[in-house]
């Protein structure tokens, strides 16, 4: 989600060992999915023993996946309402957003995606409270959205927030795979343009 907000929070490699296990956590959610965030991943990453993961998260790594996707989708909603309370139109609110997107993309050299969509292409049968957890954070994005852009009636400008995080999403994977923000640039055009017909 040119330039752009930084996450707020605590920078890499600082805060507390608890900090660093989340933060680890969501880096590799980010690189490849709930199956590349193991236990034993997480904590090569973050530098801390493996005791610490248990003692912080005695759950486990559906605890600690959790509290990942949650810090990350408080990141989100943060640059989310930093970006669109800039433009005062609709139309240049989306415009601006996927531009947005397409700098982070680019600064993260198109290693990085969304948690969220990584992972729920790993989700078993018995996830389910992971699964909800997905939802009710996609339903964060789609609730800022919704109140920073007004296509219409409320209703209108939810439908319309809830297929701009679809948008996005496919939006990241092609990024991905394409090594290029051109996705979320093309997308962005394509919205903004129907969105200032609409107007």
């Known amino acids: 989600m040119a330039s752009h907000p930084k996450p707020r929070g605590r920078p890499a490699g600082q805060g507390t060992t608890r900090d660093k296990l989340i933060d680890s956590a969501i880096t590799l959610l980010r690189q490849s999915g709930l199956s590349g965030a193991g236990i034993n991943e997480i904590v090569r990453e973050s530098g801390a023993t493996k005791g610490s993961v248990y003692h912080f998260f005695p759950e486990g790594k559906e605890q600690i996946v959790s509290e990942a996707l949650d810090r990350h989708s408080d990141r ?16 240049k609110k989306i ?4 531009e947005a997107y ?10 990085l995606g969304c948690p969220l969509g990584a992972v729920c292409l790993d989700l078993d049968r018995d996830m389910e409270a992971l699964r909800t957890r997905v939802a009710s954070n ?8 919704a109140r920073n852009v007004n296509v219409g009636s409320p209703r209108e400008n939810k439908v319309f927030a809830a297929f701009v995080v679809t948008t996005i999403q496919g939006a990241w994977i092609r990024s991905r795979a394409e090594r290029s923000g051109k996705p979320f640039r093309e997308a962005g055009a394509m919205l903004s343009a129907l969105v200032a017909a609409k107007s």
């Open 76 to 91: 989100v909603v943060t640059f989310l309402e930093d970006t669109l309370s800039k433009p005062r139109t609709a139309a």
């Open 95 to 98: 415009e601006t957003l996927f």
């Open 102 to 111: 397409a700098g982070r993309v680019r600064d993260m050299q198109y290693r």
């Open 138 to 145: 996609f339903d964060r994005y789609i609730e800022t959205i």
